[in-house]
């Protein structure tokens, strides 16, 4: 099995800035590309930002300019940080990574952390 552990949410002001961080653990031979999605209260999850192996990113409309995907594969971990966050940004934010788990079995799945709260006040 393999396990994703988040940390950073919290509670903060429009305009200020939060660090997530999800560091996945267990039985992993390689990761794939790392993301981050969010839900708001009555709203579908949606695509935040994906990061590849190679450090390629992807952005959300709404949040690019403000948030940077990064990882460490040394660490396989990966950071979300965001900037001049504003209310509309107020969700559970939840990390995933696509990983090979087996040197014999180059097949990827992609586990989910159990996500942060988010709150942005105005």
């Known amino acids: 099995q393999v396990q994703l552990v988040e940390s950073g949410g919290g509670l903060v002001q429009a305009g200020g800035s939060l660090r997530l961080s999800c560091a996945a653990s267990g039985s992993i031979f390689s990761i794939n590309s790392m993301g981050w999605y969010r839900q708001a209260p009555a709203k579908e999850r949606e695509l935040v930002a994906v990061i590849s192996s190679g450090a390629s990113t992807k952005y959300a409309d709404s949040v690019k300019g403000r948030f940077t995907i990064s990882r460490d594969n040394a660490k396989n971990t990966t950071y979300l940080q965001m900037n001049s966050l504003k209310p509309e940004d107020t969700a559970i934010y939840y990390c995933?990574?696509?990983?090979?788990?087996?040197?014999?079995?180059?097949?990827?799945?992609?586990?989910w952390g159990q996500g942060t709260q988010v709150t942005v006040s105005s």
């Open positions: 995933n990574a696509d990983v090979r788990r087996w040197h014999f079995n180059p097949a990827y799945t992609r586990f």
